[in-house]
Nanobody, 121 residues
Framework: QVQLVESGGGLVQAGGSLKLSCAAS????????MGWYRQRPGNQRELVAS???????NYADSVKGRFAISRDTADNTAYLQMNNLMPEDTAVYYC???????????????WGQGTQVTVSS
């Protein structure tokens, strides 16, 4: 069983910072990658940042140098530090985890409930 709990969204002025958290509660599941997607109004969901179990990171070009993803493997928690936020970062941010269920083949992906980030100009 897998459960993701997100926190940390909110309203901030342009140039400000927010930190998102994603706590995963899992059983019989091996977590590989963790990360966030976001969905801006009228747009498709897009990858923001991800981090593997080996701490390799990947970022969307639009957030490189401003966002930083990290992970506490012991607690199965990921963090997204967002600095120098811009109005175009306004979106619903969805945490996800990818991995494998013990005893099953294939990869599985689970999603958090989403958290709203609003950046005012």
């Amino acid at each position: 069983q897998v459960q993701l709990v997100e926190s940390g969204g909110g309203l901030v002025q342009a140039g400000g910072s927010l930190k998102l958290s994603c706590a995963a509660s899992v059983s019989d599941f091996s977590i590989g990658a963790m990360g966030w997607y976001r969905q801006r109004p009228g747009n498709q969901r897009e990858l923001v940042a991800s981090i593997t179990s080996g701490s390799s990171t990947n970022y969307a070009d639009s957030v490189k140098g401003r966002f930083a993803i990290s992970r506490d493997t012991a607690d199965n928690t990921a963090y997204l530090q967002m600095n120098n936020l811009m109005p175009e970062d306004t979106a619903v941010y969805y945490c996800y985890i990818g991995g494998r269920k013990y005893g099953y083949s294939g990869a599985y992906t689970y999603w958090g409930q989403g958290t709203q980030v609003t950046v005012s100009s």
